[in-house]
């Protein structure tokens, strides 16, 4: 189910005034097709795809999104969870089950300190499901992903992309480029990016200006490269403390009070955060690289 790929070549239409000689040249069938795509991606606060269901889901206690996505087209309907919180676990398999869905994969974006994933619960509630994570997390699970790697559930795949800097083994998974995948694309980017702010860089191998080049770097071919996404790709965080549910690359380029600055500026502000520690990264941090599951006798097979 996941493979290495080599493509991330993109196809970026900016939208853009017209004079009366462009209007004339839209007039060409294959012109006009691309204008009336682009249209639908610009306006859309949502991806569309007839094949795509998705759900956000929100934990309250640790404002923490949850990610339902399924490929409904597929007989089987499979379905994988991203970033699942262990208090919504059952929420999260009634909505499943009602919805006829199969979970495939309870995926990390990374190791959390705020809240214990619900990966190794679901685990023990669905068998057959498969933890995933990065292998730079260090932590424990069935499937380690770097990248490049794509996870497919059917005919839809998410792409994994290095996003080191709120913890060293952070990922983001993005939707493909493709016109049969959702359009526009999709980020999930955990802590890298918020709405308006990013994951904090004050422990478990965080580093401000690692952070500052997953988002803005484009030296390396499977790095992130968050901003260099199409300015349309809806950002879906990991977390929000603001009342907000989702962005777009376009959005937080111009609108990120962090990210938007010069690297420097970025790790005074960084620097100067002085948040409180997350009140449960004791319990959680050693809980989520074994899955979430603290209490399994050593030879389980997490
Ligand atoms: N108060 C919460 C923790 C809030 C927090 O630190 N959030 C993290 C992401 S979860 S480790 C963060 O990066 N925040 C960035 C920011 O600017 O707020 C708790 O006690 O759990």
């Not at 209007?23 to 094949?51: E, F, W």
């Not at 597929?74 to 919805?99: F, G, H, M, Q, S």
């Not at 292998?135 to 699970?141: E, L, R, T």
Request: glycine share 6%.
């Amino acid at each position: 189910m996941v493979t290495h790929f080599s493509r991330f070549q993109h196809l970026l239409l900016q939208p853009r005034l017209l004079s009366s000689h462009q209007s004339r040249a839209l007039q060409h069938p294959l012109i006009r097709t691309l204008t009336v795509i682009r249209s639908v991606m610009g306006s859309s606060s949502s991806s569309s795809s007839s094949k795509l269901l998705f759900r956000q889901l929100f934990e309250k206690e640790s404002s923490t999104f949850t990610y339902l996505l399924a490929d409904v087209s597929n007989p089987v309907k499979p379905a994988l969870l991203i970033d699942p919180v262990d208090k919504t676990v059952d929420r999260d398999l009634k909505l499943i089950n009602e919805l006829g869905l199969k979970l495939v994969y309870a995926m990390n974006t990374h190791v959390h300190a705020d809240h214990v994933t619900g990966t190794g619960l679901l685990k023990t509630k669905v068998p057959g499901v498969k933890s995933v994570i990065s292998k730079a997390s260090g932590s424990k699970a069935d499937m380690f992903l770097e990248p490049g790697d794509r996870v497919s559930i059917g005919d839809i795949y998410l792409e994994v992309r290095a996003t080191p800097g709120h913890t060293a083994g952070c990922v983001t998974y993005v939707t493909g480029e493709e016109a049969d995948q959702p359009q526009p694309r999709m980020a999930f980017t955990g802590d890298a990016v918020l709405i308006r702010g990013c994951g904090r860089t004050d422990f478990q191998g965080g580093s401000s200006d690692q952070l500052y080049e997953s988002v803005h770097s484009q030296a390396s071919f499977h790095a992130n490269l968050i901003f260099t996404l199409p300015k349309d790709t809806l950002i879906y965080p990991a977390h929000d403390y603001k009342g907000y549910e989702v962005s777009t690359v376009g959005e937080e380029m111009q609108h990120n009070p962090r990210l938007t600055k010069d690297k420097e500026t970025f790790k005074s502000i960084m620097s100067n955060l002085n948040l409180a520690y997350p009140k449960m990264i004791d319990v959680a941090v050693p809980a989520n690289m074994v899955c979430g599951l603290q209490d399994l006798p050593p030879q389980a097979n997490l």
